[in-house]
């Protein structure tokens, strides 16, 4: 049965900070990878989809790896800001319509 | 931006009682889905539905949970009797290609 595990599962840092958040899963036999950033009380955003094939996506100041032999992910964020304060979540998808979800890294970025 | 519109934003209802919880997903879309995330939990995959039937669900989609698609817009998520643990945000999603979009959510609580 497929796990997702984030670390850390909160982390404040002061604005204009570069932070790695980390992602691991059990079963490497993953369809693609997709990291959101959901605010309290609201849906889920998607930040970033990897897929299968690739090792990394990025979008602004977002940069997220993919190593799937050693089950692994990383969402980088590069000068952080107070409207980064969230949290980021990743998620796998088991087959082409299953999302399975981490347990969420809660960010605060303070002034 | 295309969106995915969920009524109830919150419902209290007695244990015991049905639920139905409404989504409008995005009209193009084919999969559409239900998570829910019991406060403080995950997000936990619920049912998965494509072409009028359910595709996956998990085993907390047991005889208590139904969805439907009833006119071709709206998808439906029932809960015949409610238990208190049932209290959690619903979220549904529908997806297209590599995309997958979320509602806001529908926070059930259960007394």
């Known amino acids: 049965k497929q796990e997702v595990t984030q670390i850390p599962a909160a982390l404040s840092v002061p604005e204009g900070e570069n932070l790695v958040l980390n992602c691991s899963f059990t079963d490497s036999a993953i369809y693609n990878l997709q990291w959101f950033r959901q605010d309290p009380g609201k849906g889920l955003t998607s930040l970033l989809l990897i897929q299968s094939s690739q090792r990394e996506q990025t979008s602004g100041r977002l940069n997220a790896s993919l190593d799937k032999s050693s089950g692994r992910s990383t969402l980088y964020i590069a000068a952080s800001q107070p409207g980064d304060s969230a949290t980021y979540l990743c998620a796998v998808w088991e087959v082409a319509d299953k999302l399975i979800f981490g347990t969420g890294t809660r960010l605060q970025v303070f002034p | 931006e295309p969106e995915v519109t969920q009524t109830p934003s919150h419902q209290v209802t007695q244990m015991g009682q049905e639920v139905i919880l409404r989504c409008v997903p995005i009209s193009n879309h084919l999969y559409f889905y239900w998570y829910r995330q019991i406060l403080g939990q995950k997000v936990e995959f619920l049912v998965s539905?494509?072409?009028?039937?359910?595709?996956?669900k998990s085993e907390i989609f047991d005889d208590q949970f139904s969805v439907e698609r009833p006119d071709g817009s709206n998808f439906t998520l029932k809960i015949r009797s409610t238990k208190l643990e049932d209290s959690a945000m619903y979220f549904c999603a529908s997806l297209q290609g590599n995309t997958i979009y979320f509602g806001e959510g529908s926070w059930l609580t259960v007394v």
């Open positions: 539905f494509y072409n009028n039937e359910i595709s996956e």
